[in-house]
């Protein structure tokens, strides 16, 4: 049987998580075959092994990648480099190594609507945001109340709602990226927008996969170890935007401009800066944070600088 969606895992040093993430992929209840392409790079736990001892369980459709040397470390994208290239699929759909799905019927919801919309490249669901040591819910994250479909204006302002491993794109759309696209200091959001512009995206309100947060040495996690490691992600991200703004020959400059905004907002915030995030430029922002979230924000900017980034992860619960 024809393969038809191609799942890409990326994974390193998952081997708490990897089993849940490849047992939420072989339960997915589906009328069509497809396959798990997993990356596994140069893990020094036992993550490898246990994607072995799955690989013989399924023989003909877990299909790993194994990597004798880090290739994130050395800027990377293992999804666009080592795993779209082999994809047999005429979808793709993401999970990374330490989330999972939880709805059995996750890829063919998705699958026929791509099937019977064919003007729609991506569809994306809710997802739900558990601890990572025990997997209890913690908060959904939810783009809308209702499924619909999402313009790239909405997507651009969107930058933290949608869960990477609901993404469900027309692999063809990925085979020729522009190469300012793999600039961004991450991956998935680019990627969304991208996405958008080459046809619709439509989101299920429904949520069918899991988000683990505080996940010890995730790329989340290290990124805010140092005011330092902030400040490089979010002048990165800025840049790119002001590519993305080039790029699509400044259509979108009103709600770029405006993320580019927030993003310096949420800098300032995540640093418990609290004469930045009050600048003349960004007190809309600041206005529009509740009681609680500004108190906490007066509160850190007493703290000593060596505990703001921890506080800031734990209060707003993420990993």
């Not at 994306?124 to 994250?141: F, I, N, T, Y």
């Not at 696209?181 to 969304?192: M, N, R, S």
């Not at 490691?229 to 991200?237: N, P, V």
Request: hydrophobic residues 35%.
């Amino acid at each position: 049987m024809e393969v038809m969606v191609s799942i890409c895992c990326a994974t390193f040093n998952q081997e708490k998580y990897i089993s849940r993430a490849l047992e939420s992929f072989t339960a997915q209840d589906t009328n069509f075959a497809y396959e798990i392409l997993i990356h596994d790079d140069a893990s020094t736990d036992k993550t490898a092994e246990a994607i072995n001892e799955y690989k013989k369980a399924y023989p003909n459709i877990i299909k790993p990648v194994y990597q004798k040397v880090n290739q994130y470390s050395q800027g990377v994208s293992v999804v666009d480099e080592f795993l779209i290239p082999k994809a047999e699929g005429k979808y793709i759909a993401e999970c990374e190594g330490d989330d999972f799905w939880t709805d059995s019927s996750k890829l063919q919801r998705q699958f026929d609507f791509m099937e019977t919309h064919p003007d729609c490249s991506l569809s994306m669901h809710g997802a739900m945001r558990v601890k990572a040591s025990d997997e209890k819910e913690v908060e959904p994250l939810i783009a809308a109340s209702t499924s619909r479909y999402f313009s790239t204006d909405e997507i651009i302002e969107k930058d933290n709602v949608f869960s990477t491993n609901s993404m469900f794109y027309l692999k063809k759309h990925v085979l020729n990226v522009p190469e300012f696209i793999y600039d961004a200091p991450v991956g998935d959001y680019p990627l969304t927008i991208w996405l958008s512009l080459k046809g619709d995206v439509y989101y299920f309100e429904d949520i069918m996969s899991a988000y683990r947060v505080l996940v010890e040495n995730s790329w989340t996690h290290n990124l805010m170890k140092t005011p330092e490691s902030l400040k490089d992600h979010f002048s990165k991200m800025e840049s790119w935007l002001y590519k993305l703004n080039v790029y699509t020959e400044y259509k979108y400059i009103e709600v770029i401009n405006k993320q580019i905004l927030k993003n310096r907002f949420n800098l300032n915030r995540a640093l418990y800066d609290l004469k930045g995030v009050k600048t003349e430029e960004l007190k809309f922002f600041y206005k529009k944070l509740s009681i609680v979230e500004k108190a906490k924000l007066n509160i850190g900017y007493y703290i000593p600088a060596s505990l703001k980034v921890s506080q800031f992860i734990r209060q707003n619960k993420i990993g």
